[in-house]
């Protein structure tokens, strides 16, 4: 995204998906405006930039936590924890290599129905949102 920027800024036609574009996906406290705005559920979550910020938003909303880091490709560093020590590790382990990355920590509804479903049939991922889960294989 850093040199896409830099090239548009240049002048350089961009061919696909605009800078802009991608950091709205990708900045999850625009992105969570975006859903606020539209009037679009989402499960309970937040942002952190620091282990302390991360276990404040999960003593607010709870466990199990998806805890991702923002602007990655293809769920790179991302993880499910399920207690505080996980979290503060991962969270750390986040920031070790991507330091100053805003982490988007968010609960994952219905964890007993997301780990039924995770072990039955074809179904390989799951991604929750609050009174649906949508599934795909």
């Not at 061919?15 to 990708?26: F, M, Q, V």
């Not at 969570?32 to 979550?45: Q, R, S, T, Y």
């Not at 964890?111 to 991922?125: A, C, D, I, M, R």
């Amino acid at each position: 995204l850093n040199i896409a920027n830099k090239l548009e800024e240049a002048g350089v036609n961009i061919i696909g998906t605009k800078p802009s574009a991608i950091d709205l996906a990708e900045n999850r406290k625009k992105f969570g405006n975006v859903l606020e705005k539209l009037n679009i559920p989402a499960p309970d979550w937040g942002t952190a930039t620091s282990v302390k910020a991360a276990t404040t938003i999960a003593k607010k909303v709870g466990y199990p936590l998806l805890v991702r880091p923002s602007y990655v490709l293809g769920g790179q560093k991302m993880k499910i924890v399920i207690n505080e020590e996980d979290l503060e590790n991962h969270v750390i382990d986040i920031l070790k290599h991507m330091p100053e990355n805003q982490i988007l920590v968010i609960l994952i509804p219905a964890p007993h129905l997301v780990k039924s479903l995770l072990n039955e049939g074809p179904t390989q991922y799951v991604l929750p949102f609050k009174t649906k889960l949508l599934l795909w294989d």
